[in-house]
């Protein structure tokens, strides 16, 4: 597995996605929630992450009832569960790596 | 703002539109009704980040369709070998650059030769002879080119045998 780390707009959705699904407008709303408002997608920037992580299959499509394209939720697989926690984890690493570095010059 | 959306929505390629049209015009809509009551900034700079995130996601779109290569990647950018500049590059440059360097002797040398004061006299006697080394210094560096493609597996010919053996493995299976 190769850490590369995850784009910010990716990892968001994500972590959007990571306690239930959610339709496009949903994660539109809830990412600006989580971001604190620091990061507002775009419809088109929103649509790009989704098709590529449809692509690589970190996530699927949810519960179309009625079957029409406007209602289409999105959920984690267990594939994209699992990069998200990688990613976690190495931001994890990475602050308390960055933490110790500074105790120590501050010492 | 919807109707425009729409027309931007047609520079995406056939095969994302009937993935996500529709629903990104829902999406797009139900984003526009929550603008209303918010001062003149914040609807502006709704309407340029969607159009600018359209454009950019149908460039995105094509070029990853056409190239294969995907320039907005689920992970951050590193240096991949696609993007990478082969070795050989590095010797058809300095060959190049000796090729530069080689004609400009020569036209040192012929103007040494045909105008020692400074004077420019007529360039047609000097064209038959400045056009032979153009000639011979670009088939030179052609040669030096596919000598190097040649060293590395890469010629035509090369790539023509392989693809040959392929087909035949192919049509042996």
Redesign the interface.
Known sequence: MKALPLSEPVLLVLLSLSDRPRHGYSILKDVEQISRGRVVLSTGTLYGALHRLLAQAWIERYGQGDGSRDSRAYRLTSRGRQNLQWEIARMKDLARLASLRLAHKEA | MLRMYRGLLQLYPAA?RR??M???????E??QKDLVGLPFTARAAFYV??I???????A??HLTTILEV?F?????R?MKPQYRFPRSTVGLMLVILAGVLLAIEQAKGIQVKYAPGGHVSAVWSTLPQFATWVLALVCLAGFAGWAILFALGRSGVQRLSNLSTEVVAEIKR
């Open positions: 994302y993935e996500f529709e629903e990104m015009l829902r999406v797009c139900q984003a980040r969607e600018a995130g359209l454009l950019a996601g149908a995105h779109e995907d907005c990647p689920v992970r951050s590193d």
